[in-house]
């Protein structure tokens, strides 16, 4: 009977990198496995499991006692019970110190189903599940020591799967009878006490009625009515060292706004209202840079309502201006950019990021200063310029710069501006300004995000190809070989082929940029702009190059002598002057209007 003990420490002792590896698999397999064996002693001051992610927000599980007051060396009855869980850790704490040690001892009721474990130096002072049997329903005995606390409560961490649990839901609260009375009454619900302040339902939506005099508001679009379906509403009212708080908009998953000291996310307080179920759960949340925000266990808010009707969320809530008890919220009465956000959640409350530009204020304010009816921007102002820069550039300018050096050459041949011909004159002026216009536009958003964009796909690197291609017509026009030089036709089919392929790789790049978050321009309406400019210019290109072939044809039918056909050809462009200038007229104000409309929506936004 003692052979197989020697054996395996010989083992030990001659391989001892093979002991090793084996301890270390170990180790390694129960720790991906979330502790199924409920050895969770890691968890004994914070009982969050190690499993990553953030807990959900409104807890299913009940914990009830059969006694709510004690003496100390009585025996409680706690009971854990809800829809079908995995993992559990039951504590004892001071009630009025829940970050303080456990308190007690545990005696168990099934040891199939619960094990003991010991939290600091009071053993058996916690209880862990066993293994990852599904389970609805658990009891244990809870022992009153004799320097129990006056208050004692009971918190419970339930694990449902890997990644959905939920920490310290709180449990009845049991007293001594010296003490005074608990707040929160036998068997009550986890549901009840889990924000510990009750949850009530608005039976109406908000009103504007007092923002700018007694609200802060921030309204998108400016002067909606939080009835309506597609506006978003932020108020915030001071009532003595307390702001009420009220929040709407369109969505079925998420709301949030974050106050931050700048305008990018990441370290932020926030402030989100999730559906689910039907239901909405408001809680605090931190910002870390552009992860997922980690909700707060513990809630520093207050009077929490909420309505969800025809798709559009509502709640409110209040909290103090100061929370120095709590960490990561902000003082109310300093200055911040205030973002406001929505977005999808999925099944147990998951936020996914917003699927576009959050709406961010132009400026900092404080909510507990003077009144004030503002608006705010989905869009930055430099993103803003921007497109607008390029839109002017690639969209009105190039284009008729382009119409003009190839189709009136004929009509202007004779018309001389500065010593030049007046269409080259155009031409250069028209094309030198596309060149001045991408040029500032490009260094945008390089200064809006402080360098490269590795979210915006392939837009940045298509602009970075459309700039280099910009700068390079004009240096090569710069060497271009006298009109009857030999390579003068390879210049000119260099500088077209050029110049093409950036009109081309221009218009694409902004296909790709009009779908960014960043300018969130109303989708479909940019997609169905962009390809009506482009039949636009395409119809005028093809409208002008069939008049230039009848013109051609006319002249191929009247004269035989080819020096007859060029003179002749020269007459019949001067004789077309007239529609080619009513054509480009016609153009030039198609484009104006194209213009007007995409500066209109980018103010909207």
């Given at each position: 009977?003692?052979?197989?003990?020697?054996?395996?420490?010989?083992?030990k002792?001659?391989?001892p990198g093979?002991?090793?590896a084996?301890?270390?698999?170990?180790?390694?397999?129960a720790?991906?496995d979330?502790y199924?064996n409920?050895?969770v002693?890691?968890?004994?001051?914070?009982?969050?499991?190690?499993?990553?992610?953030?807990?959900?927000?409104?807890?299913?599980?009940t914990i009830t006692?059969?006694?709510?007051?004690?003496?100390p060396?009585?025996k409680i009855?706690?009971?854990?019970?809800?829809?079908?869980?995995?993992g559990?850790?039951?504590?004892a704490?001071d009630?009025?110190?829940?970050?303080?040690p456990?308190?007690?001892?545990?005696?168990?009721?099934?040891?199939?189903?619960?094990?003991?474990?010991?939290?600091g130096?009071?053993?058996?002072?916690?209880?862990?599940?066993?293994?990852?049997?599904?389970?609805k329903?658990v009891?244990v005995?809870?022992?009153a020591?004799?320097?129990a606390?006056?208050?004692?409560?009971?918190?419970?961490?339930?694990v449902?799967?890997?990644?959905t649990?939920?920490?310290k839901?709180?449990?009845?609260?049991?007293f001594?009878?010296n003490?005074?009375?608990?707040?929160?009454?036998?068997?009550?619900?986890?549901?009840a006490?889990?924000?510990?302040?009750?949850?009530?339902y608005?039976s109406k939506?908000?009103?504007?009625?007092?923002?700018?005099?007694?609200?802060?508001c921030?309204?998108?679009?400016?002067?909606?009515?939080?009835?309506?379906?597609?506006?978003?509403f932020?108020?915030?009212?001071?009532?003595?060292?307390?702001?009420?708080?009220?929040?709407?908009?369109?969505?079925e998953?998420?709301?949030a706004?974050?106050?931050?000291?700048d305008?990018?996310m990441?370290?932020?307080?926030?402030?989100v209202?999730v559906?689910?179920?039907?239901?909405?759960?408001?809680?605090?949340?931190?910002?870390k840079?552009?992860?997922?925000?980690?909700?707060?266990?513990?809630?520093?808010?207050?009077?929490?309502?909420?309505?969800l009707v025809?798709?559009?969320l509502q709640c409110?809530f209040?909290?103090n201006?100061r929370?120095?008890?709590?960490?990561?919220?902000f003082?109310?009465?300093?200055?911040?950019?205030?973002f406001?956000?929505d977005?999808?959640?999925s099944?147990?409350?998951?936020?996914h990021?917003?699927?576009?530009?959050?709406?961010i204020t132009?400026?900092?304010?404080?909510?507990?200063?003077?009144?004030?009816?503002?608006?705010?921007?989905?869009?930055?102002?430099?993103?803003?310029a921007?497109?607008?820069l390029?839109?002017?550039?690639w969209?009105?300018t190039?284009s008729?710069?382009v119409?003009?050096?190839?189709f009136?050459?004929?009509v202007?041949?004779?018309?001389?501006?500065f010593?030049?011909?007046m269409?080259?004159?155009?031409?250069?002026?028209?094309?030198?300004?596309?060149?001045?216009l991408?040029?500032i536009?490009?260094?945008?958003?390089?200064?809006?995000r402080?360098?490269?964009?590795?979210?915006?796909?392939?837009?940045?690197?298509?602009?970075?190809?459309?700039m280099?291609?910009?700068?390079?017509?004009?240096?090569?026009a710069?060497?271009?070989?006298?009109?009857?030089?030999?390579?003068?036709?390879?210049?000119?089919?260099?500088?077209?082929?050029?110049g093409?392929?950036?009109?081309?790789?221009?218009?694409?790049?902004?296909?790709?940029?009009?779908?960014?978050?960043?300018?969130?321009?109303?989708d479909?309406?940019?997609t169905y702009?962009?390809?009506?400019?482009?039949?636009w210019?395409?119809?005028?290109?093809?409208l002008?190059?069939?008049?230039?072939?009848?013109l051609i044809?006319?002249?191929e039918?009247?004269?035989d002598?080819?020096?007859q056909?060029?003179?002749?050809l020269?007459s019949?462009?001067?004789?077309g002057?007239?529609?080619k200038?009513?054509?480009l007229?016609?153009?030039?104000?198609?484009?104006?209007?194209?213009l007007?409309?995409?500066?209109?929506a980018?103010?909207?936004?």
């Amino acid at each position: 009977m003692y052979k197989l003990p020697l054996i395996l420490a010989m083992i030990k002792m001659e391989l001892p990198g093979l002991a090793f590896a084996v301890w270390m698999f170990i180790c390694f397999c129960a720790s991906v496995d979330g502790y199924p064996n409920g050895k969770v002693r890691e968890a004994c001051t914070s009982m969050i499991p190690c499993h990553g992610g953030s807990p959900q927000l409104s807890p299913e599980h009940t914990i009830t006692v059969d006694e709510t007051k004690f003496k100390p060396g009585d025996k409680i009855e706690v009971h854990l019970s809800g829809p079908e869980f995995e993992g559990f850790f039951i504590q004892a704490r001071d009630a009025d110190h829940l970050d303080s040690p456990a308190v007690g001892s545990f005696v168990l009721a099934d040891r199939r189903l619960s094990q003991l474990l010991t939290c600091g130096r009071t053993k058996n002072s916690a209880v862990s599940h066993t293994s990852k049997a599904k389970k609805k329903y658990v009891k244990v005995y809870w022992l009153a020591p004799g320097d129990a606390p006056k208050r004692v409560q009971f918190l419970a961490t339930v694990v449902k799967k890997y990644r959905t649990f939920w920490v310290k839901i709180p449990g009845p609260i049991v007293f001594q009878p010296n003490a005074p009375s608990p707040t929160t009454p036998l068997g009550a619900t986890s549901e009840a006490v889990s924000t510990s302040y009750p949850v009530s339902y608005l039976s109406k939506p908000f009103n504007t009625s007092d923002c700018g005099s007694m609200k802060f508001c921030i309204r998108n679009p400016s002067n909606c009515d939080p009835e309506s379906a597609s506006c978003f509403f932020l108020s915030f009212q001071q009532e003595k060292s307390s702001v009420l708080i009220e929040m709407s908009g369109p969505s079925e998953g998420y709301l949030a706004f974050a106050l931050s000291h700048d305008q990018w996310m990441g370290g932020d307080d926030a402030y989100v209202c999730v559906s689910e179920d039907h239901h909405v759960h408001v809680s605090t949340a931190c910002l870390k840079g552009r992860s997922p925000p980690v909700l707060d266990s513990e809630n520093a808010l207050e009077d929490v309502s909420w309505r969800l009707v025809d798709g559009v969320l509502q709640c409110s809530f209040r909290r103090n201006i100061r929370l120095p008890a709590y960490k990561g919220r902000f003082d109310l009465d300093a200055s911040y950019y205030i973002f406001l956000a929505d977005g999808e959640a999925s099944d147990g409350g998951l936020m996914h990021k917003h699927s576009r530009q959050p709406l961010i204020t132009n400026g900092m304010y404080n909510v507990t200063g003077l009144p004030q009816d503002i608006g705010g921007s989905r869009s930055p102002r430099l993103i803003k310029a921007h497109g607008a820069l390029m839109f002017v550039a690639w969209v009105t300018t190039v284009s008729i710069g382009v119409i003009v050096a190839r189709f009136f050459k004929p009509v202007w041949s004779h018309s001389f501006l500065f010593g030049k011909e007046m269409w080259f004159q155009v031409h250069r002026v028209l094309m030198l300004t596309v060149v001045m216009l991408t040029s500032i536009s490009f260094v945008l958003p390089f200064i809006y995000r402080g360098g490269w964009s590795h979210e915006a796909g392939f837009h940045p690197y298509l602009g970075c190809t459309v700039m280099a291609l910009a700068i390079f017509q004009p240096l090569m026009a710069g060497f271009r070989p006298s009109r009857h030089a030999p390579r003068r036709q390879l210049f000119n089919w260099f500088h077209w082929s050029t110049g093409t392929t950036a009109r081309i790789l221009a218009v694409v790049t902004m296909f790709l940029g009009m779908d960014l978050p960043a300018l969130d321009l109303p989708d479909p309406w940019d997609t169905y702009t962009m390809i009506a400019f482009v039949a636009w210019h395409v119809g005028i290109d093809v409208l002008l190059e069939i008049h230039s072939y009848c013109l051609i044809r006319k002249v191929e039918v009247i004269e035989d002598d080819r020096v007859q056909i060029l003179q002749s050809l020269t007459s019949a462009e001067a004789e077309g002057r007239l529609f080619k200038q009513i054509v480009l007229t016609i153009y030039v104000c198609g484009n104006i209007v194209f213009l007007i409309a995409f500066l209109a929506a980018i103010n909207q936004i």
